[in-house]
């Protein structure tokens, strides 16, 4: 690795550090100890997941440079968490969603599946990333970047039409949180596969993100779903 690259990847062990110690403490110090034990296995198990599944990829679907170097496999793995970090830390930042407090502490069973729908769709957007032949780490961050982003506002889009965040966080409903941990999973496979590919040029890049297009009519379909489920609710 060069001089840039090592200063990435002990960037990204501080910030590996930080996701496992707000990830896991909070799983252990829960009293009494059989409070949400199934949430808490759960939680527990899903970045042992994605070490697994990335662990995977990379070897499988990487760059030519990436897939046989054990160095680079373990260099993007880490960079792989301090991008989880980053990604989950937004969720409180943007929609008030902080899984230690509410799927935890607060015992609210509606965020759980949100919190699994946006962690496997964090993981699908950074694995889809790594797919295809590149340059280097800078490339795998401007793609999965091009996700987020895009991630990101649609999400604001969706919470905007049916306060869905609000629905799951304060009225702790159930069934809106799977609905929507189905969304996120759905959104997350198709924008990891618009992320992929062999890198040509910055522009190209972007261009090639458009085949995550069936995004678009997903969220309109997820909106009319919400906003015709809100309207029900009201009526009941």
């Known amino acids: 690795m060069g001089t840039v690259e090592t200063i990435v990847f002990f960037s990204s062990l501080i910030f590996l550090f930080l996701f496992l110690w707000r990830w896991y403490p909070p799983l252990f110090k829960v009293w009494p100890e059989e409070r949400n034990k199934q949430t808490r296995i759960v939680l ?3 970045p042992v997941i994605f ?6 990829i990379l070897r499988s679907f990487a760059s030519f440079d990436v897939v046989d170097d054990i160095e680079y496999i373990f260099f993007y793995i880490v960079l792989g968490y301090a991008w989880m970090y980053i990604g989950l830390m937004l969720m409180p930042v943007c929609f008030g969603l902080f899984w230690p407090d509410d799927a935890i502490h607060l015992n609210n069973k509606a965020v759980l599946p ?9 993981a699908a957007i950074y694995a889809g990333a790594n797919v295809g032949d590149g340059p280097g780490w800078w490339c ?7 996700g987020l982003a895009a991630w ?5 889009v969706i919470h905007f039409c049916t306060d869905i965040f609000e629905r799951v966080i304060v009225e ?10 189905v969304y996120l999973l759905l959104c997350g496979i198709i924008l990891g596969r618009a ?11 972007v261009e090639e993100f458009a085949v995550g297009w069936p995004v678009l009519p997903l969220t309109g379909v997820m909106i009319l779903i919400e906003l015709l489920c809100k309207q029900k609710a009201k009526l009941e």
Not at 51 to 56: E, G, P, T, Y
Not at 114 to 122: D, K, R
Not at 140 to 145: E, I, Q, S, T
């Open 172 to 181: 702790r409903d159930l069934g809106c949180g799977i609905r929507f941990c």
């Open 51 to 56: 070490l697994i599944a990335l662990f995977s």
């Open 114 to 122: 949100v919190i699994i729908g946006e962690f496997f769709a964090l």
């Open 195 to 205: 992320c992929s590919g062999d890198w040509t040029s910055f522009s190209k890049t």
């Open 140 to 146: 795998v961050l401007f793609a999965g970047g091009l």
């Open 44 to 46: 527990g198990f899903l």
């Open 152 to 156: 990101l506002i649609l999400n604001f």
